[in-house]
């Protein structure tokens, strides 16, 4: 899978192409809106990631040439301008999606994957993980053959979790896909925290081999540890 | 070009302005005095022309030739000393001249003879001469032996204009005099009058960011001025009270943002001192990301609130039913309610709706309600209470059992970054900011936000909010 990112700030940029090589992604970088808008037009790409502040020529006008060159590649929009009339004015020009910074890099994960998936059947995936098995129509979750009993939140926060195996999920990517908020506030995290700690009683505590993980200053995680 | 173009001072306008109008006045004034002057003049010499045309009457004769003639001593009858401008003619009935005076000469006075003239009585009237000169002119019939004759005695108007002369000359140069002097009064007052503006100006020139504390000059309460300095000194007290507001919010805002770049810094710091395991490493780093979301939080919330002051937001109105906004609000804290073993009652009208946007509207009851769980020590209470206040407002009210707040903090506690007292801030890990975007999205939507509280009782906080379904509650 390629990548290109258009990013002028350095910093950013390689912090990107670490993160995105670290998920086996081949990743290029243009530092400028011309070299970006030439290497996008000229090479074959399955996902770019364009930042909307750059220098000379902005995100905007780059993406706008793309899409004027019928080029159908998805585009990422990057940016620090996150009023609703940016967010249209970016999904308008033909951006695919947008993303504020700051943003958790599991959030810019999960869109990735979303926006390379597009158009492709989602691949079924067993809700397995170790010993824990879930039945995501029947509301039926087990682990060691033993049903847990969880709340209905507890269920569709586990079945997120499960539906993403060993990926971080930040709090954000709860607030919005399983509480269903438009905005992630502080009430909200309390909220989101006091559920993980009561899944975490009921899912890992009578066992020796801990599953839900905290991902400090990032999120969470659902994966076996090497023990 | 000075008549066409209006003068930019006030003060030369109004000096203008009543210099022309005085002028006139003057005129209008001069030119009545003229006209009744030269009236009443005009009468006096009508009646002179009356007395002289009996006299003439008396010393009329016809000579040997049978012409019409006047006795010369008649002079002697008249006291008037204009007497020698008198113009004397006199005709018979079919316009034939029998006989003028010297003064006359072969001039004629008044034409033809109109019908009826000094028939009854004394015609009198102005009229002029055959080399139209401007006279008065008095006639009468009378009956000369059998021949009915027509004597006019005539003045030259002249005399009355040299009689008035003097008086309207003086007039007339004493109108600039009196204009210049009104002229120069309106100039001084209105200078005057206005001098307290001037002053105004020079002060409120010196007003500036760092002097805001100044107030204009008010010399006195009443008046058009006094209450223009007053309102301008409310308004600079509004101002500087929100540039003093402004002030603190930057330093609270510089000094809540500063704490967790302290703590990335020292963290970084220290961890590049020591050799650690990838895992403490890991450890590190995570609780530098924690405070990048404390910073993350703050800043959106700012943004938010920001963007609010700027009136950016727009709302999206609609009529919902409170209660149920309440109990999903709840809802959603239930884990944390019950995690505390607080108990939480919602009482009142489930029917009252709300006009406003749900999605603000809900966020405030969050935040409120967050508030207060928050505070409530495990085992306490939380209850929530809607009622009607009037006929379109519903107040919501929710109290807590927490440590409560002294009462004259209680205004302080939906400012930016205000956390009370130390003991709160302990437990409080928020942003600083959930009650101040509370009390934004109530008053946007029309609502007003409050807290009654005293120490040690815990706090009640009210929303009251625009109401659907609230009349005939009371």
New interface residues.
């Given amino acids: 899978m390629r990548v290109l990112i258009v990013e002028d700030e350095e910093k950013m940029a390689r912090a990107l192409r670490a993160g995105l090589e670290a998920e086996e992604f081949s990743v290029s970088v243009a530092a400028t809106g011309e070299e970006g808008f030439f290497l996008a037009s000229t090479e074959d790409y399955d996902l770019v990631i364009l930042d909307l502040m750059l220098p000379a020529r902005d995100g905007m006008e780059v993406l706008a040439a793309l899409r004027r060159k019928n080029l159908s590649v998805p585009v990422l929009i990057l940016t620090s301008k996150d009023t609703i009339e940016d967010r249209v004015r970016g999904l308008d020009a033909g951006a695919d999606d947008y993303l504020v910074k700051p943003f958790a890099f599991s959030e810019l994960l999960a869109r990735i994957r979303a926006l390379l998936r597009r158009g492709k059947p989602e691949p079924s995936i067993a809700l397995k993980l170790a010993d824990l098995e879930m039945d995501a129509a029947g509301r039926v979750v087990a682990r060691g053959g033993k049903e847990l009993s969880l709340t209905a939140r507890e269920f569709d926060l586990l079945e997120y979790l499960l539906r993403q195996p060993g990926r971080v999920v930040s709090r954000e990517m709860l607030a919005r896909d399983v509480w269903r908020e438009t905005a992630r506030y502080t009430p909200l995290d309390n909220v989101i925290d006091v559920h993980i700690a009561h899944l975490r009683r009921k899912l890992d505590e009578p066992f020796n081999k801990k599953l839900l993980h905290t991902v400090r200053g990032v999120g969470f995680v659902l994966r076996e540890e090497p023990s | 070009m000075w008549p066409l173009r209006r003068p930019k001072r006030i003060r030369t306008r109004l000096t203008l302005y009543y210099a022309a109008m005085l002028a006139g006045v003057l005129a209008l004034y001069f030119g009545s005095v003229s006209l009744l002057l030269f009236w009443q003049a005009s009468n006096v010499l009508k009646g002179l022309a009356a007395e002289d045309l009996e006299t003439v009457k008396g010393l009329l004769y016809y000579d040997d030739d049978g012409h019409v003639d006047v006795r010369e001593d008649y002079h002697h009858h008249s006291d008037w000393k204009q007497v020698q401008e008198r113009l004397l003619e006199i005709l018979s009935l079919d316009g034939t001249i029998l006989y003028r005076n010297e003064r006359l000469g072969d001039r004629t006075i008044g034409g033809p003879i109109f019908p009826g003239e000094g028939v009854h009585g004394y015609s009198g009237r102005t009229a002029k001469m055959s080399d139209g000169t401007p006279i008065i002119l008095i006639s009468r019939q009378y009956d000369l032996r059998g021949q009915t004759i027509l004597i006019r005695v005539g003045y030259s108007q002249d005399l009355i204009w040299n009689e008035l002369r003097g008086t309207l000359l003086v007039l007339i140069l004493a109108s600039p005099l009196i204009l210049a002097a009104v002229a120069y009064a309106v100039y001084a007052t209105v200078g005057r009058a206005l001098d307290p503006v001037s002053k105004m100006a020079h002060r409120a020139e010196q007003i500036n960011s760092e002097r805001l504390n100044e107030r204009l000059p008010v010399e006195s309460e009443e008046g058009e001025l006094g209450h223009l300095a007053g309102v301008f000194n409310a308004m600079l007290s509004r101002i500087e009270q929100s540039f003093e507001q402004l002030k603190r919010f930057t330093a609270d805002a510089s000094h809540e943002l500063r704490t967790p770049l302290a703590a990335i810094r020292s963290i970084g710091e220290v961890a590049l001192e020591e050799n650690a395991t990838p895992a403490q490493y ?2 590190t ?9 404390r910073l ?2 703050i800043v ?2 700012l ?1 938010t609130l920001s ?1 609010a002051d700027a009136g ?1 937001i727009n709302l999206q109105v609609s009529v919902f039913p409170l209660a149920a906004l309440v109990r999903e609000s709840a809802a ?2 239930e ?2 309610i019950e ?1 505390k073993q607080i108990t939480f009652t919602l009482a009142g009208d489930e029917s009252v709706g709300v006009q406003g946007d749900r ?1 603000y509207i809900r ?1 405030a009851v ?2 409120v ?2 508030n207060a769980v928050k505070f409530t020590p495990p085992g306490g209470s939380i209850s929530a209470r809607i009622q009607c206040d009037g006929d379109s407002r519903v107040e919501l009210s929710i109290r807590d059992t927490g440590p409560g707040i002294p009462p004259e903090q209680s205004s302080r506690v939906f400012e930016r970054f205000v956390r009370l007292d130390e003991s709160r801030t302990s437990v409080n ?3 600083g900011l ?1 009650l101040s ?1 509370a009390r934004w999205a109530v008053q946007a939507n029309d609502g007003e936000i409050g807290v009654t509280s005293t120490l040690g009782t815990g706090c009640n906080f009210w929303i009251r909010l625009p109401a659907v379904g609230c009349s005939g509650h009371g």
Avoid: C, F
């Fill in positions: 890991r450890d780093i995570g609780s530098m990301l924690e405070e990048v979301n993350t939080a959106e919330s943004l963007r950016q959603l804290l884990v944390l995690d999605l966020q969050i935040n309600l967050h890990t928020g942003s959930g975007v």
